[in-house]
């Protein structure tokens, strides 16, 4: 499970390629920030489920880079309508901390 929270604005290339054991990803927030590129996943695992806010469900299927997995999409209403009470795995990401997979700053 991946827990991507409202203060993430975009994932770079290659974030998740590769990643074959990649079974949720969980959108958090209400607006659509999160930026992709076409490269940031690769071919995700089969029975790999992107958990998306229903608010902005339609906005991450017309995506140009986020439609390309919208196979993979279920849409929630609240943190609770999920399998998993992904509300105690709330994670704040500082902007200013982060780092590339090459160790330079975001």
Do not use: K
Request: with cysteine; net charge negative.
């Amino acid at each position: 499970m991946q827990m991507i929270p409202e203060s993430v604005e975009s994932i770079g290339n290659y974030a998740f390629y590769g990643c074959t054991g990649l079974d949720e990803i969980v959108i958090y927030g209400d607006e659509f920030v999160i930026e992709i590129s076409s490269y940031t996943f690769g071919t995700l695992p089969v029975d790999c489920v992107i958990y998306i806010p229903t608010a902005i469900y339609s906005d991450y299927v017309s995506d140009t880079y986020w439609g390309n997995y919208s196979a993979y999409m279920v849409s929630y209403s609240s943190l609770d309508d999920l399998p998993y009470n992904y509300a105690n795995e709330l994670l704040y990401i500082d902007p200013d901390r982060l780092y590339n997979l090459y160790g330079n700053a975001s």
